[in-house]
């Protein structure tokens, strides 16, 4: 499978409006939202991807068909704290969802643009709050703020996080640069266990000199990968018993990551025992 994030030209304006339409049609049931006179949604900011600085629009296409798009900017509903790059709308097609796509374009998004990011979604839109849950968590280890109810500009969730790159991220750095020069179909479908391998490493490496302090700093990525995975599973299927709870906690950390990679796949609570 070849997954590509293509930026998007003035020549593409045409397309990225007709893959809008779709997006707005499946946002409608989360939104108050009517057609105009001329049965679509619109889109009024679309023109300004190509006449205003810091918008950037690209086109998902997935084994070279169109299969979505992302629209990126620089506009924030928190004004309390600085805000690089925010995902203004993001979309793949239905045939190509639960495949591990949208979070691998999400994952090379964030890897263009190097800061601290916004990522605003729907009140009442579920799927969307697990799976930004989900693909951010993965992204930053769970490094990153999410305010559940949103603030006086916005009434959904909110998430936050940076990804500027320090002087001692440098390894991390060489291991995004080996993935993007790799060639053939399966690099962007490693790249999200191959960039988490890359910070986890990195961060054990600084926690200490010592062994004791390196495997101290493992565990407490274990723990917080457990609870955020504990918390996202709740959302999606609200009362998790707590002998379930208790098993997550004592399992590996990479079985661990394995529930919450396959977070969309599994169906119940009976699959979920699978993992445990």
Same mark, same amino acid.
């Given at each position: ?14 397309? +990225?409006? *007709?893959? @809008? #339409? =779709?997006? !707005? ?115 930053? +280890?769970? *490094?990153? @703020? #999410? =305010?559940? !109810? ?120 009976? #699959? =979920?025992?699978?993992?445990?």
């Amino acid at each position: 499978m070849k997954i590509e994030l293509i930026e998007a030209s003035k020549a593409d304006k045409m397309i +990225l409006k *007709n893959m @809008i #339409e =779709l997006y !707005n049609y499946d946002l409608s049931e989360y939104e108050n939202r009517d057609l105009n006179e001329h049965g679509l949604y619109d889109y009024s900011y679309l023109d300004n991807y190509w006449t205003e600085k810091d918008r950037y629009p690209f086109i998902i296409r997935v084994d070279e068909k169109l299969a979505g798009f992302v629209l990126v900017n620089k506009h924030s509903v928190v004004t309390s704290s600085p805000t690089d790059y925010a995902i203004a709308e993001f979309f793949v097609l239905k045939k190509y969802r639960k495949r591990g796509i949208g979070k691998i374009v999400a994952f090379e998004v964030f890897n263009k643009f190097q800061g601290n990011w916004e990522i605003k979604q729907l009140r009442l839109h579920k799927v969307s709050h697990i799976f930004w849950n989900n693909v951010i968590n993965q992204y930053t +280890l769970g *490094n990153f @703020i #999410e =305010l559940e !109810n949103g603030n006086e500009v916005w009434d959904g969730p909110i998430h936050r996080f940076t990804n500027k790159l320090k002087k001692e991220d440098t390894e991390i750095k060489e291991a995004m640069d080996v993935l993007y020069n790799i060639s053939g179909d399966k690099e962007l479908i490693q790249l999200a266990e191959m960039r988490d391998k890359a910070i986890r490493d990195e961060k054990s490496r600084l926690q200490g000199a010592r062994d004791e302090g390196r495997e101290e700093g493992r565990q407490e990525a274990k723990s917080a990968l457990a609870k955020s995975t504990i918390k996202l599973l709740r959302k999606k299927f609200k009362d998790i018993p707590e002998n379930i709870i208790e098993s997550i906690l004592k399992l590996s950390l990479e079985k661990i990551e394995k529930i919450n990679g396959d977070l969309f796949d599994i169906e119940s609570l009976e #699959e =979920l025992k699978k993992y445990l």
